[in-house]
């Protein structure tokens, strides 16, 4: 089958790439590839820390898309970052730490493995004030290399979608476009680089204030992120301050790193915060919406979206995700 793929994100070029390997015929369209969310995002493959309340499908998507990351990336046949050390995640004062717990609450009554560990004796660079869990299954991909090794593996265009038996909507926010109700998020991150020194990605709740670090093998260490219901493109002198006062106070040492990068980018995220993946009519499908989850839900949205291609239905785990339900 001919397929065309529109956007270039993660979603877009890991359907094009799974596509391939099933034998179609596929083109992504897109002037500006690998551009968007997934140029910033920080690559957290986080099922465990993005369980929240009153998300009990969602919660099981995104188990289901962790499970099939290792296998995913080491057939990508290159180094993307993969790294399976776990995440502490973390409150630093007394209200943190309450707040905190009731997530940590939460997970274990999903039947996650949170075990209570002492920050600074796991990551001796965590300030000593920090009381936290270490999440052993949440672990952590680089996305931009993810990005440049789907690049490799599939043919873009900047033209408009010609002739095509199938084509698939993967715009990100641009999605849009075709009436779907997708709004962009923005988000603040920093790329600081020094001495290498974290090993787990923290992330928790530091002075009130959301924050995740994750140390990257290249000494890199991405500080992030803001959420903001907003669409502009500029970070603002109080964002970049208040991630860096975060990361600070969590690891000293960050202080002395350079500040190397800040990047803005908007997550596509829907009504109800979750993907819309299936079909909208015949010959048309869509894989949007992602949210947060995009960089963990790729590989598995690829696979969804080849099977509707190969006309098979989608798993289970995807039927509470379709595009019916903002229809
Ligand atoms: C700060 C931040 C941190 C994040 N951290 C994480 C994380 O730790 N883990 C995680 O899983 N997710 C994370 N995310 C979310 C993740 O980045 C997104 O869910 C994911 O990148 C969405 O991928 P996408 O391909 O749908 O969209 P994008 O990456 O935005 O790509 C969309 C593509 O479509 C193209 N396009 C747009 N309109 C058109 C059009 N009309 N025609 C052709 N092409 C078009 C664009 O050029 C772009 O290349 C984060 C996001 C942000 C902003």
Redo the contacts with the bound molecule.
């Keep these: 089958m001919r397929v065309a793929v529109?956007?270039?994100?993660?979603?877009?070029?890991?359907i094009a790439r799974e596509c391939v390997l099933r034998g179609h015929e596929v083109t992504v369209?897109?002037?500006?590839?690998?551009?968007?969310?997934?140029?910033?995002?920080?690559?957290?493959?986080?099922p465990v820390g993005?369980s929240y309340f009153g998300e009990p499908e969602l919660t099981r998507l995104l188990v289901e898309?962790a499970r099939v990351w290792p296998a995913y990336a080491q057939g990508l046949g290159a180094d993307v970052g993969y790294d399976p050390t776990g995440t502490l995640q973390i409150g630093l004062t007394g209200d943190d730490v309450r707040e905190m717990a009731r997530l940590w609450q939460h997970q274990r009554s999903l039947g996650f493995e949170v075990e209570k560990v002492v920050p600074s004796e796991v990551e001796p660079l965590v300030s000593a004030r920090a009381r936290g869990v270490l999440v052993r299954s949440d672990h952590?991909v680089d996305?931009r290399l993810v990005?440049g090794a789907l690049l490799r593996t599939v043919r873009v265009t900047a033209d408009?979608v010609g002739e095509a038996d199938v084509t698939v909507i993967?715009?990100?926010?641009?999605?849009t476009?075709w009436g779907l109700p997708v709004r962009p998020?923005?988000?603040?991150?920093l790329r600081l680089r020094g001495a290498p020194g974290l090993k787990h990605v923290l992330r928790g709740v530091c002075d009130a204030r959301e924050i995740?670090l994750?140390p990257r093998k290249n000494a890199e260490t991405i500080v992030?992120?803001?959420?903001e219901e907003r669409a502009d493109g500029e970070a603002s002198a109080g964002a970049v301050r208040d991630l860096l006062r975060a990361a600070t106070d969590l690891v000293p040492e960050l202080a002395e790193h350079a500040l190397v990068e800040v990047?803005?980018?908007?997550?596509?995220a829907t009504p109800d915060n979750a993907?819309i993946v299936g079909e909208l009519r015949p010959g048309l499908l869509v894989?949007?919406?992602?949210?947060?989850?995009?960089?963990?839900?790729?590989p598995l949205t690829a696979m969804a979206i080849a099977d509707l291609v190969d006309g098979r239905e989608m798993p289970e785990v995807w039927k509470p995700f379709g595009p019916g339900r903002f229809l």
């Design positions: 529109v956007g270039g994100g993660i979603i877009g070029l890991a369209h897109d002037p500006s590839p690998g551009s968007g969310a997934s140029h910033v995002a920080a690559g957290m493959l986080a993005e898309c952590q996305p990005v408009p993967a715009a990100g926010c641009g999605s476009a998020v923005k988000g603040v991150l995740y994750v992030g992120a803001t959420s990047c803005v980018g908007h997550r596509p993907p894989a949007t919406g992602h949210y947060r989850h995009g960089v963990l839900a790729a």
